[in-house]
């Protein structure tokens, strides 16, 4: 019922900054926990970082933890992964998710996300 688009994608020098962006629409994200997750050629969809509904929980991979920040602004029915420090093993195609899930640290698993977008390329050049 929600869809979900992502933006702020492209190529990045490593060392650089990347901010993505996924907007919602069809219904608002209040009713959501929100995730960033990351696919490379060949390998398999690997979660990055979470957000509970109300902000107050975030979890991060141990990769990007201390580079990535996730954020959602409810007003403006999005959710931002601000990308620090990138690495060229950074680079994957970047999907937003959203579950009604109750999130845990054990959540943060692909098949416990029912709504996705449709990815935005990243590539950090080394």
């Known amino acids: 019922q929600v869809q979900l688009v992502e933006s702020g994608g492209g190529l990045v020098q490593a060392g650089g900054s990347l901010r993505l962006s996924c907007a919602a629409s069809?219904?608002?994200?209040?009713?959501?926990?929100m995730g960033w997750f990351r696919q490379a050629p060949g390998k398999e969809r690997e979660f990055v970082a979470a957000?509970?509904?109300?902000?107050?929980?975030?979890y991060y991979t141990d990769s990007v933890s201390g580079r990535f920040t996730i954020s959602r602004d409810n007003a403006k029915n999005t959710v931002y992964l601000q990308m620090n420090s990138l690495k060229s093993e950074d680079t994957a195609v970047y999907l937003c998710?959203?579950?009604?899930?109750?999130?845990?640290?054990?959540?943060?698993?692909?098949?416990?996300?029912?709504?996705w977008g449709q990815g935005t390329q990243v590539t950090v050049s080394s």
């Open positions: 069809g219904r608002t994200i209040t009713s959501y926990a």
């Open positions: 998710a959203a579950t009604d899930r109750v999130l845990l640290s054990s959540s943060n698993r692909p098949l416990n996300y029912p709504y």
């Open positions: 957000i509970s509904q109300g902000g107050g929980r975030t």
